[in-house]
């Protein structure tokens, strides 16, 4: 026989076994990797100057990239959790990040969380080296925490008061009651 192939034989025994062992070892060396780096306790210290977490409470989070996925969420935090979906007005999404635009508006959804939850989510967001945790006001009027790139210099968010948000607001407003309106009336 020429060259290898991964059923072997050596002195009369199949190696496919040891093969196996050895894919699943790599498998396991891999993970654990994963684990240390995303979820494990020494990985991530948070930094200061955030409002103290409290183990007790509920955290709204607005969420625009990979946690928009119940399997992503699952994994970050241990359950999917509940989410609707939501605008942020001011904002449209470029790459990993948000940018500000006075006629943008970013697609996403609201979770709500508890404190070890938003504990996760901090790290696996990386809070302090990759993201930011800041409120901003929604189309809705919720105020929820969102993450935001670090690559830029810090920036205050766009509070409701300007006139482009208003006018965003008012633009989810109409066609959330259009599509109520056209949800109930099948003849509208």
Known sequence: MSGYSILTFKRGRLCLPLTLIGCVALLLLALLYLWLVRLGPFAHQPPGGYPVIDSQGDYTVFVYGTLRYAPVRWLVMG????ARPAVLCGYRK????????????????VITVTGQQLRRLDRYER???????????????????????LSDPVREPKEPGG????RCAQAFQIARLTSLIHSECPYA
């Open 79 to 82: 359950t999917a959790a509940n």
């Open 94 to 109: 470029q790459g990993l990040d948000l940018v500000e635009e006075s006629h943008g508006k970013t697609t996403g959804l």
């Open 127 to 149: 809070l302090g080296i990759r993201y930011q945790r800041m409120q901003y006001t929604l189309a809705d009027g919720t105020r929820a925490w969102v993450y935001t790139r």
């Open 163 to 166: 006139a482009d948000s208003r």
